[in-house]
């Protein structure tokens, strides 16, 4: 859990003193307001992606349609519902842009011809189905899962 | 304009979006997007789009676009618009842009491209999707920036040509840059109408070349970002054998700077434009003229929650640096063999705007928003024939609605 928050707020400095000061902070933040933390989320690619881990900058291009290709395929860019909160959650906390960005990332990508867009799932499972079974698929879940098919992406330089 | 060419826009978009919906759920490699949006307007004393001081609906624009990608690093993509706007914008649907997308590098620092057909150029930070409603800042773009009738509009919304991009990922930011050149070419009618202000001109007005430049900064993740483009436009006019007109040439070289700073609630963006004219020939016995234009806004958006923002905006361009309030250049245009006299409020426009936004879904955009407007430098001539007769009232009012969709 600890490293868990390095990661989400490790953008906001390398001060280990203030971490940790921001860290407990959440720390009492999250055991008065229970319900206003949303699981943290990670990021899961088709296995046809081979690496294990990317810089944050590169997953923000993922999400913002601009980094297209990945070892070789094309990608295809899954996402939850704009108003959904793991994709607010996923959007502010694991790539650091608000929701409102990366729409805006989007309409600007459809509509000058730079990318198909992403492709607007209803659920996480089918979040997950979708992923599994397209080459080249990216999106994001809020526990991570064991599946043939599938498997995380660790943000460089956030984990142990 | 006929009944036919009205029904063929609606036509497209409508077979797009019965098109659409099963094509985005099958995740097929063709893929359809579109937009529709239709305004309102209604205003005191001057017309903005149609007779809008009787209200007007004169403000649609309709767009669909297909993308597909036969190979990784390869697609093509295009997408036609029909735009109405006014007197000028009659809605014919035009090719918005057609091009191949070849990116010939991918890396974890970075790729980069070029695309060869009809392109959008990045000018500031709308010009690319400045005829898609959901993308824009308001109703109406920041005409100082995003200006309509300088007979560059052409260039404005795409070119046939080349253009290059390329993006490099550093610690905490990233740094894009944008390349375009245009091919000559002649431009439309309407941009023809609005840069020599007459419909009757026989000859051809033509784009003889074209270069723009973006350099965009972006520093966490979108929180500051800054961009300046250089663009630089030359257009020639080419008099047909019998012509009241002569040849003239009438190069633009404009500057755009441009901030934006995003919080979660709230976002501050300005952009500021120094434009140089210069006009020579056209009109026998006239001499050569230059002037430098220069315009900027800024704006501040509220975001309220559950889809609601509310913005204020203030947006201000002078026709010429050295006459700001006009005066000189109406003086001038109102000597004995002028044909167009015009009041000295055709030569500034400030304005300030007030609007909101309900984005009920992430389809689904309803906006609202009044202009309190001193000038009509930036007012199309084409809904207003009475500026070319020293006409218009300098202090104005406009109010704007705009449903639009997307898909």
């Known amino acids: 859990m600890r490293e868990d928050f390095y990661r989400r707020f490790g953008k906001w400095g390398t001060s280990g003193r203030r971490l940790a000061t921001l860290v407990c902070l959440l720390w009492v933040g999250m055991a008065l307001f229970p319900g206003a933390v949303v699981g943290a989320q990670v990021v899961v690619v088709n296995d046809s992606i081979t690496r294990n881990a990317l810089p944050v900058a590169t997953v923000r291009a993922i999400f913002s349609l601009r980094v297209q290709v990945l070892d070789g395929h094309k990608l295809t860019v899954f996402v939850l519902d704009p108003r959904d909160p793991v994709h607010t959650g996923f959007s502010k906390d694991v790539l650091g842009v608000f929701p409102y960005q990366l729409e805006a990332a989007w309409n600007r990508s459809i509509f000058s011809g730079a990318s198909r867009g992403p492709v607007i799932v209803n659920s996480e499972a089918e979040m997950h189905r979708r992923v599994a079974n397209t080459v080249g698929g990216v999106g994001y879940l809020s526990q991570p899962v064991a599946h043939e098919s599938i498997r995380i992406l660790n943000i460089e330089g956030s984990h142990p | 304009m006929t009944g036919r060419r009205k029904v063929v826009p609606w036509f497209i978009v409508f077979v797009a979006m019965v098109c659409s919906w099963p094509l985005q759920a099958a995740d097929r490699p063709l893929n359809i997007h579109g937009f529709v949006s239709q305004g309102y307007l209604s205003s005191t004393d001057n017309n903005y789009y149609g007779d809008s001081t009787q209200g007007s609906f004169d403000l649609t624009e309709l767009g669909v676009n297909v993308f597909h990608a036969p190979m990784p ?335």
């Open chain 2, 73 to 407: 690093s390869l697609s093509l993509a295009a997408q036609v618009v029909s735009r109405r706007a006014g007197a000028l914008y009659d809605g014919d649907p035009r090719v918005d842009y057609a091009f191949l997308d070849y990116r010939l590098l991918s890396s974890l620092d970075g790729y980069g491209g070029f695309r060869l057909g009809r392109v959008k150029i990045p000018i500031g930070f709308h010009n690319e999707t400045r005829d898609v409603a959901a993308t824009r800042p308001g109703i109406l773009l920041p005409q100082s920036i995003y200006v309509e009738g300088l007979g560059i509009r052409d260039f404005y919304i795409g070119v046939d040509g080349l253009a290059a991009y390329g993006e490099w990922f550093l610690a905490r930011s990233t740094l894009q840059l944008d390349v375009g050149l245009a091919v000559p070419t002649t431009l439309q009618d309407e941009t023809q109408a609005a840069f020599l202000r007459t419909v009757s001109a026989p000859g051809d007005l033509r784009l003889t070349s074209g270069q723009n430049l973006r350099l965009l900064y972006e520093q966490d993740g979108g929180r500051l970002r800054l961009a300046a483009t250089y663009s630089r436009v030359r257009t020639e006019y080419r008099p047909a054998a019998q012509d009241f007109l002569l040849r003239g040439l009438a190069p633009v070289d404009a500057l755009v700077l441009s901030a934006e700073w995003n919080w979660e609630d709230f976002s501050l963006m300005a952009e500021a434009v120094h434009r140089r004219i210069r006009r020579s020939g056209f009109i026998p016995s006239v001499p050569d003229a230059g002037r430098y234009e220069q315009g900027y806004y800024i704006q501040g958006t509220y975001r309220l929650g559950n889809g609601w923002e509310a913005f204020l905006r203030y947006d201000t361009h002078w026709n010429d640096r050295t006459d700001r309030a006009g005066h000189r250049q109406s003086m001038e245009s109102l000597a004995p063999e002028s044909l167009a006299p015009q009041a000295p409020h055709r030569f500034y426009q400030h304005q300030w705007t007030l609007g909101t936004g309900w984005r009920i879904t992430p389809q689904w955009l309803l906006r609202a928003e009044w202009h309190h407007v001193h000038g009509t430098a930036l007012t199309p001539l084409a809904d207003n024939p009475v500026f070319d007769e020293a006409g218009g009232k300098a202090r104005w009012d406009l109010f704007a609605l705009q449903a639009s969709f997307t898909f």
